[in-house]
Nanobody, 120 residues
Framework: VQLQESGPGLVKPSQTLSLTCTVS??????????WSWIRQPPGKGLEWIGY???????YYSPSLKSRTSISRDTSNNQFSLQLSSVTPEDTAVYYC???WGVGGSPYDYWGQGTQVTVSS
């Protein structure tokens, strides 16, 4: 399984950040897999943003829920992140990742990450 993030590397404040994760080697609709977006701001730890499940349902971090939308395109085996009203505090390396189940199981596949900078 391979995951590849894509999208603009620079976003202006107040705009919407849009990223896509293209998955190969496995279907995003396969039972019980959850497809997440995770970010790491400079000098800080990993922050989970949300996931979209094999069923198509999505769940978001409470701290980002009001600004986040995760959707999918099953025909192209992709899932996408939209984060609205961005500020410089949203500058981070953004990763997509896969895990089985919603419990404590680890993420077994990650994308290589993409740097997104929020700046005017």
């Amino acid at each position: 399984v391979q995951l590849q993030e894509s999208g603009p590397g620079l976003v202006k404040p107040s705009q919407t950040l849009s990223l896509t994760c293209t998955v190969s080697g496995g279907s995003i609709t396969t039972n019980y897999y959850y497809w997440s977006w995770i970010r790491q701001p400079p000098g800080k730890g990993l922050e989970w943003i949300g996931y979209i499940a094999y069923s198509g349902s999505a769940y978001y971090s409470p701290s980002l829920k009001s600004r986040t939308s995760i959707s999918r395109d099953t025909s192209n085996n992709q899932f996408s992140l939209q984060l609205s009203s961005v500020t410089p505090e949203d500058t981070a390396v953004y990763y997509c990742a896969r895990k089985w189940g919603v419990g404590g199981s680890p993420y077994d596949y990650w994308g290589q990450g993409t740097q997104v900078t929020v700046s005017s």
